[in-house]
Each structure stands twice: as structure tokens, then as C-alpha cells.
């Protein structure tokens, strides 16, 4: 029991941090706290991807001189050409001598940083302009701000209607 | 109980010790009111975590973490609080029920969920013994290149990579659509420059 | 200038900016063998774009590195990766497979070192034209805030 606990008290860790992200994301009303608690909630949605990725007792997925087979470090160039491949017998697959973490997480973690950044200036770009067009960057008085314009635009358009009419 | 102290409880305690800074620094997020400092603290939040990468042996994407997370993202996020406003108004007591109760279930099913997921580290797991194990092995003779990160990024998932290099490229595109490419302002800057030279005030004050 | 209390802003950004930009080449060309690669390099390059902006002001920087400049980087660093692409249609092989480049047994590494290098490069200039680009949008706009707010 201690040691099922054990093994997941990491994800528990990390659920509760990405449960701080979206409460964040959720109860703020100003833009930008709430887009800083969108990239919390991104970042810590990576975190736990990469703790999948993770192997007791492995390394950085940055092969070790024993796992790259006929290289020679005299010889930058050709260190494992197609005679290297023959002499292998062909087999692509080297069996590993020592442990490494999965590199595949760690490739889609990586790339989605990057988008996330691009996104999260994406965003600011957006409230800029909300605030540059309503004066003020709170969700709840720019709802506001926008039923006042809803209900004025309405009585324009009744007024006119019976002016028309009239 | 032993065994928690033995040679492996040095990675966890660090473990513990940096998830523990995390908790603190999002805690703090989520109770500040200051902009500035909400921003300062997601520049931290992502510097811890990316110690905390390069604890779990993700050195790739702790390297990319400190980067884009702790320095660019924390300047793209102060330039808008600098076009926007310093403070976030105070939020209402009630309003914050809603979003706990929602954010307290979703956590109780997610622990749920953690139950029939392989503990943290397990060899056998099925995410570490399916293509993230066979990358590993091909690598070599496939690439011939050390980092297996660089070569499953630009080789064996060279189309996804192609993907998000375009979409890079498209967010940069729209903000610069949103807010003007910074030509106007550049002009404009050199002409209150000047003439603030011409007027003979007192150079570059504030 | 006659009281220039930046100046040890000035001198420390003078001298660390080439160092910064040299380190995100390091970390392009070193990123098949050890950690890092283009993504990490563009941000870096980006951030000594930044740095320099910070240290010297924005007017300064858009000399020396034009908004025009920065977006075309990031264009061009779109069309190079596209454009290994389709070369490695012409020369015969699937969409991005690099094997095919210089028409290689398989094995051969040089097609595939040509082809990260080249690939890589492009996604860096991609990412560092279009972070400076962001900066540029965001940096600017001319900040209407009153004092009252700060």
C-alpha cells in the first residue's frame, strides 16, 4: 500500500498543481492573471506527460559512447556507415547497454512549449485590444460594457422602427 | 519504512522539494492581486519546473522550459501589463465557490483515473516499452545522431515538427496583424525625439 | 546623456549580447549531440534582440534589427524547412526523408546530418523571427496607461 502511494504521489503532486492552473484560469476575471493561469495549467500538463516518460535508473536520452556501435571518435565522419550496418548484420535494432528515459514525450513536450508561448502572445495580443477598446481588461465589466451596447442598439433600432412606422 | 532511506532518496527528496516550491509559487499566483508580481512568479514557476525536468532526465525540454517560460514568455507577458494595467480588481468571496467545487471534482476523478496508471518510473510501462524504446534502438543506425530527442524531432516526426514551425510562424503573424508590425511606433518615437532634441529638454527622462 | 545613470546597464549588456548570440549558435549546431536544438536557439537569439532593446531602447533595436527583417526571417525559416521537403521529393524519396538527399545505402549518415542541420535551421530562424516579431508588436505600441494605475 505505502509503496503504491509512493509511486503515485508524484501524479497526486501534479494533479493538484494542474488543478491550481484551471482554478486560476476559472475564477479570475482579470484577462491576464487568467492567461497566466492558462500557462500554469500547459506547463504543468507537460510536467506530467514528461514524469510518464521517466525509467528508473535511466539517463538523459543523449546516447552513451557504449550504445553507439563502430563509432570511433578518431573518425568524426563514417562512424557508422553502411559497413558498420553490414558488419551488424544489417539489424538497425542495438540493444541498449545502458538505460534512458523515453525521448518520445520529452519531443512533443518540447514543441508544445513552444506553440504554447506563441498561443499565450497570441492571447495578450487579443486583450491588448480589449483594452484598447473597452478601457478595461475585467471580464465581468466588459459583459457589461457589451449588454449596455446590446440594450442601447435595441432601443435605436425600436425607436427607428417606429419612426418608420409613424 | 526503511527503504525511503536509502541512496534513491536523494532524487526524491529533490523531487519533493521542488514540487513543494511549485505548489508555494501557484498558491501565491492565485491569491495576489499585483500583475506585476503575478507575472514575476510565472517567470518562476517556470524556472522551477524546469529544474524539475532536468531532474526527471528531460534535459531537452527543461533546457526549452527555461527559455521560452522563464524569459520570453515572462517579457511578451509584461510588454501587455505594460498596455494594459497593473492591478487585477479584487475578486468576490462567493464567485470563487463555483470554480473550487469544479476544480476539487475534476482533481477527485483525475486521482481516480491515477489508480490504474503505471507508477512513476515503472521500465515496463506501456508508454516506455512502445515507440519511445524502439526510437532508442533504431537511432543509431538509422541517424547516426547521439541525441535521440534531435533525431525523433527532425527525422522520424519531421512533418509534426513542419506543423509547428508553421503555426510559430502564424501566431507571430497575428499578433503583428493585431497589433501593427511596431513600424508606427519606431517613427513616432524618433519624432518625439527629436523633438524633444529641438525643444533643448533635458534628454531621455523618465 | 549628461547623467547617464543606465551606464552599467549599458556596458553589461554591451558585452554579454554577442555572448548570448554566439551561445544560440552553440546551441543550434550542438543540438545533435548534446541538449538543445533550433527551438531553444531561436529563443535565445530572440532574447539577445530583447536584451538589446531593454539596454539601449526599442527605437535603437528596430535599427539595427528591422521589424521588416525579423518578419521575413521568419518566412524564410518556414519556406527552408518546406523546401527540404520537396527536395527530398525531387531527389526521389518521401516527403522529408533525408536518406534520400544524396542518394545513400542505408547506413549513411550524411544525407541525414545535411538534412537536421538544414531542417533545424530553418525551424531556428522560423522561431527567432517570429518571437522578435511578437516583441516588436507588443514592445511597440505606444502604452496609453495612466499614472494612477502604476
Known amino acids: ?166 | 519504512m526503511r527503504e525511503l532511506f536509502t541512496a534513491d532518496a536523494g532524487p526524491a527528496l529533490i523531487n519533493i522539494a521542488l514540487l513543494a516550491i511549485l505548489f508555494v509559487v501557484a498558491i501565491a499566483i492565485a491569491r495576489l492581486r499585483s500583475l506585476f508580481a503575478i507575472v514575476m512568479l510565472s517567470g518562476v514557476y517556470s524556472l522551477v519546473s524546469a529544474a524539475w525536468y532536468i531532474a526527471v532526465d528531460a534535459v531537452d525540454v527543461g533546457y526549452t522550459e527555461a527559455a521560452v517560460g522563464a524569459g520570453m514568455s515572462t517579457a511578451v507577458l509584461l510588454g501587455a501589463m505594460l498596455l494594459t494595467a497593473r492591478t487585477a480588481k479584487p475578486e468576490k468571496p462567493l464567485k470563487k465557490l463555483g470554480p473550487f467545487l469544479i476544480c476539487g471534482a475534476t482533481a477527485v476523478m483525475l486521482i481516480y483515473a491515477t489508480v490504474d496508471l503505471p507508477g512513476l518510473g515503472d521500465p515496463n510501462a506501456p508508454a516506455n516499452t512502445g515507440a519511445g524504446l524502439t526510437y532508442l534502438q533504431v537511432n543509431w543506425f538509422d541517424t547516426g545522431v547521439p541525441n535521440v530527442v534531435t533525431s525523433v524531432l527532425a527525422t522520424y516526426r519531421g512533418f509534426d515538427t513542419m506543423g509547428e514551425t508553421v503555426v510559430v510562424f502564424v501566431a507571430g503573424l497575428a499578433v503583428a496583424m493585431l497589433l501593427g508590425f511596431g513600424e508606427r511606433s519606431l517613427a513616432e518615437t524618433l519624432r518625439t525625439a527629436k523633438k524633444r532634441r529641438g525643444k533643448g529638454k533635458e534628454g531621455e527622462g523618465s | 546623456m549628461k547623467s547617464d545613470h543606465h551606464v552599467i546597464l549599458r556596458v553589461i549588456g554591451k558585452c554579454f549580447i554577442p555572448l548570448i548570440v554566439i551561445y544560440g549558435f552553440y546551441v543550434h549546431f550542438h543540438g545533435e549531440v548534446g541538449a538543445g536544438g533550433a527551438f531553444q536557439a531561436g529563443v535565445v537569439l530572440a532574447v539577445a534582440i530583447i536584451l538589446h532593446s531593454l539596454t539601449f531602447g526599442l527605437a535603437n533595436t528596430m535599427r539595427a534589427v528591422p521589424p521588416a527583417f525579423a518578419r521575413t526571417l521568419a518566412a524564410i525559416g518556414v519556406l527552408i524547412f518546406v523546401g527540404m521537403g520537396f527536395l527530398t521529393v525531387v531527389q526521389g524519396g518521401l516527403f522529408l526523408e533525408y536518406q534520400a538527399l544524396f542518394a545513400e545505402p542505408p547506413g549513411g549518415h550524411d544525407g541525414q546530418h545535411a538534412g537536421i542541420i538544414i531542417v533545424e535551421l530553418g525551424v531556428l530562424f522560423a522561431v527567432a523571427g517570429a518571437m522578435t516579431t511578437i516583441f516588436y508588436a507588443l514592445a511597440g505600441r505606444v502604452a496609453e496607461i495612466r499614472d494612477e494605475d502604476w
Open chain 1, 1 to 166: 500500500m505505502v509503496e503504491f502511494v509512493l509511486e503515485r504521489a508524484g501524479y497526486w503532486a501534479i494533479i493538484g498543481l494542474m488543478m491550481i492552473g484551471l482554478y486560476i484560469a476559472f475564477s479570475a476575471e482579470n484577462l491576464i492573471k487568467r492567461l497566466v493561469g492558462l500557462s500554469i495549467f500547459q506547463t504543468t500538463i507537460c510536467l506530467f506527460y514528461v514524469s510518464l516518460s521517466k525509467v528508473n535508473g535511466g539517463t538523459a536520452p543523449i546516447l552513451l559512447p557504449e550504445d553507439m556501435p563502430y563509432y570511433d571518435a578518431a573518425i568524426p565522419k563514417g562512424t557508422s556507415g553502411p559497413d558498420a550496418l553490414l558488419a551488424a548484420g544489417g539489424e538497425r535494432f542495438a540493444d541498449l547497454y545502458h538505460i534512458y528515459s523515453n525521448p518520445l514525450p520529452h519531443v512533443l513536450m518540447l514543441t508544445a512549449i513552444v506553440v504554447g508561448v506563441a498561443t499565450l502572445s497570441l492571447g495578450l495580443a487579443l486583450i491588448v485590444r480589449i483594452r484598447e477598446a473597452y478601457g478595461t481588461i475585467e471580464a465581468d465589466e466588459v459583459r457589461d460594457i457589451d449588454i449596455e451596447t446590446a440594450l442601447a442598439q435595441e432601443l435605436e433600432q425600436a425607436k427607428e422602427i417606429k419612426e418608420a412606422s409613424a
